[in-house]
């Protein structure tokens, strides 16, 4: 198998747009891949070959493994949210929203699905049961991403608006957050650990904040520049469309329009990595359950409109810990 620069390209990975990649949280080795070409594919990433394949009946937008088995669940244009078990090679139609499905997170707390929506919505649903869907939460406008940690739910919609939700009282926000960021929200992700999440927009620019209000941890809040660079004299600035946390370390990884992957350690503000540049815009990173892998989507998002660009491709690439090790380890964490 060849390894490049870019890391192991996934053999027979789609050949539309690629949306999301997400690593089971149970097998190092399996991957999902959501695609505009309607399929969700599930890959063994270290013998390189696909394991399934199933579809919806439009663009898949996102998808989420189970914490308790290897079950995905993917939506997307066509508004059905769908479970798909790797075992039995079994699908179900859990339900559906009256637009587009954006996001699908899975909470280990609930042990249920959370989606996101165009429709303005966000839903929870518990595939154990008969009737799927256990709650419907409205929200100020479309939601556009979202991201689950413990008991808490960051959803970021359009008009930068970033709600926090407490899984035990899901019926009330449990606070609206103000970002520091100043143009649109594209991606959210919640810090391994609990402490806050990280926020990314379409102005080349990433937000470490904290769910603690202590005035003494709401000052650690922070926003930086990133993806951008000088062509002919002028700068130019790219939408950083991936974030993935490190499972291990708490580092993170972001992808951009610029087709750069970088490696953040966020809570000492550093630069821990830059990879080679990839053919085309990052759509989607995932680490696996270890972190010894990094999923990365190179597939055009259309930052620059209708043009010619690189074949989609999803590669994986080895990581080794001095690559996501922060700068400055904590006492007892090597």
Same mark, same amino acid.
């Given at each position: 198998?060849?390894?490049?620069?870019?890391?192991?390209?996934?053999?027979?990975? !789609?050949?539309? #747009?690629?949306?999301?990649?997400?690593?089971?949280? &149970?097998? /190092?080795? =399996?991957?999902?891949?959501?695609?505009?070409?309607?399929?969700?594919?599930?890959?063994?990433?270290?013998?390189?070959?696909?394991?399934?394949?199933?579809?919806?009946?439009?663009?898949? =937008?996102?998808?989420?493994?189970?914490?308790?088995?290897?079950?995905?669940?993917?939506?997307? +244009?066509?508004?059905?949210?769908?479970?798909?078990?790797?075992?039995?090679?079994?699908?179900?139609?859990?339900?559906?929203?009256?637009?587009?499905?954006?996001?699908?997170?899975?909470?280990?707390?609930?042990?249920?699905?959370?989606?996101?929506?165009?429709?303005?919505?966000?839903?929870?649903?518990?595939?154990?049961?008969?009737?799927?869907? *256990?709650?419907?939460?409205?929200? /100020?406008?479309? @939601?556009?991403?979202?991201?689950?940690?413990?008991?808490?739910?960051?959803?970021?919609?359009?008009?930068?608006?970033?709600?926090?939700?407490? +899984?035990?009282?899901?019926?009330?926000?449990?606070?609206?957050?103000?970002?520091?960021?100043?143009?649109? &929200?594209?991606?959210?992700?919640?810090?391994?650990? $609990?402490?806050?999440?990280?926020?990314?927009?379409?102005?080349?620019? &990433?937000?470490?904040?904290?769910?603690?209000?202590?005035?003494?941890?709401?000052?650690?809040?922070?926003?930086?520049?990133?993806?951008?660079?000088?062509?002919?004299? @002028?700068? *130019?600035?790219? !939408?950083?469309?991936? =974030?993935?946390?490190?499972?291990?370390?708490? *580092?993170?990884?972001? $992808? #951009?329009?610029?087709?750069?992957?970088?490696?953040?350690?966020?809570?000492?503000?550093?630069?821990?990595?830059?990879?080679?540049?990839? !053919?085309?815009?990052?759509?989607? =990173?995932?680490?696996?359950?270890?972190?010894?892998? +990094?999923? @990365?989507?190179?597939?055009?998002?259309?930052?620059? #409109?209708?043009?010619?660009?690189?074949?989609?491709?999803?590669?994986?690439?080895?990581?080794?810990?001095?690559?996501?090790? /922060?700068?400055?380890?904590?006492?007892?964490?090597?």
């Amino acid at each position: 198998m060849t390894v490049g620069p870019h890391g192991t390209e996934l053999a027979d990975a !789609p050949r539309d #747009g690629i949306s999301s990649v997400e690593f089971s949280r &149970i097998d /190092p080795s =399996l991957l999902a891949v959501a695609s505009w070409d309607k399929t969700v594919s599930l890959y063994d990433v270290v013998a390189n070959v696909t394991r399934a394949r199933y579809s919806h009946q439009a663009a898949v =937008l996102d998808l989420a493994f189970s914490s308790a088995e290897d079950v995905v669940y993917s939506a997307g +244009l066509d508004r059905v949210v769908k479970q798909y078990n790797v075992a039995s090679q079994s699908e179900r139609d859990l339900g559906s929203h009256e637009d587009a499905v954006r996001c699908v997170e899975y909470s280990s707390e609930l042990r249920q699905v959370i989606t996101g929506s165009w429709d303005k919505s966000v839903k929870l649903w518990d595939d154990r049961q008969s009737t799927a869907l *256990t709650g419907t939460l409205d929200q /100020p406008d479309k @939601v556009y991403s979202l991201s689950t940690v413990q008991n808490k739910v960051v959803v970021a919609t359009a008009g930068r608006r970033v709600l926090i939700y407490d +899984l035990r009282a899901m019926k009330q926000i449990f606070e609206e957050h103000e970002t520091t960021l100043k143009f649109m &929200i594209r991606k959210v992700a919640c810090t391994p650990t $609990g402490e806050g999440f990280a926020s990314s927009s379409i102005e080349g620019r &990433i937000a470490v904040e904290y769910f603690d209000r202590a005035a003494e941890v709401q000052a650690k809040n922070y926003s930086f520049k990133c993806h951008r660079q000088t062509i002919d004299g @002028v700068d *130019t600035i790219y !939408p950083v469309n991936a =974030l993935a946390y490190h499972p291990i370390r708490g *580092t993170f990884a972001s $992808g #951009g329009g610029d087709g750069i992957v970088n490696i953040w350690d966020g809570l000492n503000k550093k630069r821990l990595k830059q990879y080679a540049r990839y !053919p085309t815009s990052i759509a989607s =990173l995932s680490f696996n359950k270890d972190g010894t892998l +990094l999923a @990365v989507a190179s597939s055009y998002t259309f930052e620059e #409109g209708e043009k010619d660009h690189p074949v989609d491709a999803v590669y994986v690439r080895s990581i080794s810990d001095a690559e996501v090790r /922060p700068k400055t380890v904590a006492a007892g964490a090597q």
